[in-house]
């Protein structure tokens, strides 16, 4: 018994240095926090490498985005649109498994059936009175865009019928909580891709103006946040992303809520940026600057400084919105991210992708993005835009709701009163 005793507990068996290897297994450790017990960048030893990766892309980046913005309105829908692609195909290939999609070969195509209605959906409600105004002039386009437009709800439904009834004929035994799993799924990334992205376009046909200055201040206080984190970052700012610091959170959102204040003043004298697009031409933007681009002077209170050179300023009204976008981009828009980055934990993965090099991918850079796009329309909306009735929107429904003949009794009916009156 002694001797059987003393074998069994000998730590130097194989069997037990087995067991010990397979107790001391490390599990998956994200953002370097179990293996490096200092996680941040200013301890990092391979952060100028990285930071040069990333400040390459980065500059890629930014050239791009201000060629699509340069070529106008269409043009940054389009960009829009493609980054929802790819934001979709991250998102997709989250809940993939290999064995379960070989038995079900059609699954990828269904997914992208509901993408694609969808984007049918919410494109066509959105654009559809610009892309009448924009075919008014030949008489059949019109007639058959606006009869598209009438059915347009009708066609959208039937499109996700169809996907509907293909899902069901599809389930198989065995497969039906992969099944539901992805249906499910898919339908939650339409919500999250196309929500933000229907705010978003229709920002930029207000004016390319309230769509450059949201995304602009995200990409501001994304870089500061991580050139202060890099260089000063000593304080965890929160366990869901450990490289995160209070030095880069304060810095970034101190810097952004001024660059704000300066870069409304810059773009609010470009008519280009301003005008609202009421169709979908590529043509050059004129308007009549509207009363918050249109310069005013603002005085100094008294307990500035006396010793400052001016005593007042020009001035836009928009700089004093611009203000709270800062406010809210520096402040609440990064809780986006937090909640991406405890998105990611939960899959147990570093990033959605990697088409980005240095960032990850798509949908890492979007996070900020889409919580500062829909408050961007709802500030819009609700303290800006005018809710009152005006001639460009009855003219709106006219064209939208009437037929052409109906359009020209309405013309003839109008004649006739003004001619009485």
């Known amino acids: 018994m002694e001797e059987e005793n003393n074998v069994s507990s000998s730590p130097s068996t194989p069997l037990h240095r087995l067991r010990h290897r397979k107790r001391?297994?490390?599990?998956?450790?994200?953002?370097g926090d179990k293996v490096n017990p200092s996680p941040l960048l200013v301890n990092d030893q391979n952060k100028y490498k990285s930071f040069m990766v990333r400040t390459y892309s980065t500059i890629w980046m930014i050239g791009g985005f201000v060629m699509v913005v340069y070529m106008g309105h269409l043009?940054?829908?389009?960009?829009?649109?493609?980054?929802?692609?790819?934001?979709?195909?991250?998102?997709?290939n989250l809940l993939r498994k290999a064995?379960?999609?070989?038995c079900l070969p059609g699954i990828k195509h269904l997914n992208w059936h509901f993408f694609f209605t969808a984007m049918l959906f919410v494109y066509g409600r959105i654009l559809s009175q610009r892309l009448a105004n924009t075919v008014t002039a030949d008489q059949f386009l019109y007639r058959l865009v606006t009869g598209l437009i009438k059915y347009h709800m009708a066609i959208c439904y039937f499109l996700y019928i169809i996907g509907f009834m293909w899902?069901?004929?599809?389930?198989?035994?065995?497969?039906?909580?992969?099944?539901?799993?992805?249906?499910?799924?898919?339908?939650?990334?339409l919500i999250v891709v196309f929500t933000q992205s229907s705010f978003t376009v229709a920002n930029i046909f207000e004016g390319i103006f309230w769509f450059l200055l949201p995304a602009?201040?995200?990409?501001?206080?994304?870089?500061?946040?991580?050139?202060?984190?890099?260089?000063?970052?000593?304080?965890?700012?929160?366990?869901?992303?450990?490289?995160?610091?209070?030095?880069g959170f304060i810095g970034a959102s101190v810097t952004t809520i001024i660059s704000a204040f300066f870069l409304a003043n810059i773009m609010g004298r470009f008519p280009w940026l301003t005008c609202p697009r009421q169709d979908?031409?590529?043509?050059?933007?004129?308007?009549?600057?509207?009363?918050?681009?249109?310069?005013?002077?603002f005085t100094f209170p008294a307990w500035i400084p006396g010793w400052l050179p001016w005593k007042e300023m020009e001035v836009l009204p928009v700089q004093w919105h611009?203000?709270?976008?800062g406010l809210f981009a520096s402040i609440i828009a990064p809780f986006g991210g937090f909640f991406a980055s405890g998105f990611k934990r939960a899959f147990k993965i570093k990033d959605f992708g990697d088409s980005i090099p240095g960032h990850g991918g798509i949908t890492d850079r979007m996070d900020c993005q889409m919580v500062m796009a829909v408050f961007a329309y709802i500030y819009l909306q609700s303290f800006i835009v005018s809710q009152s009735v005006s001639v460009d929107k009855i003219l709106d429904q006219i064209l939208t709701n009437l037929t052409l003949e109906e359009q020209q009794a309405l013309f003839t009916r109008l004649g006739q009163m003004i001619g009485y009156s």
């Open 167 to 189: 899902f069901i004929l599809t389930l198989k035994k065995k497969m039906y909580k992969y099944q539901f799993g992805q249906y499910a799924w898919t339908h939650m990334i």
């Open 280 to 297: 979908l031409s590529t043509g050059w933007l004129y308007c009549d600057a509207d009363p918050l681009f249109k310069p005013e002077p």
């Open 216 to 247: 602009s201040l995200i990409i501001i206080n994304d870089i500061f946040a991580y050139i202060f984190g890099f260089f000063f970052g000593r304080t965890p700012l929160i366990k869901l992303s450990p490289k995160k610091t209070w030095e």
């Open 75 to 92: 043009y940054i829908t389009a960009m829009v649109l493609v980054i929802q692609i790819f934001m979709a195909k991250e998102l997709f």
């Open 322 to 325: 611009a203000l709270c976008l």
């Open 99 to 102: 064995p379960e999609d070989k």
């Open 24 to 31: 001391s297994s490390p599990e998956v450790v994200l953002d």
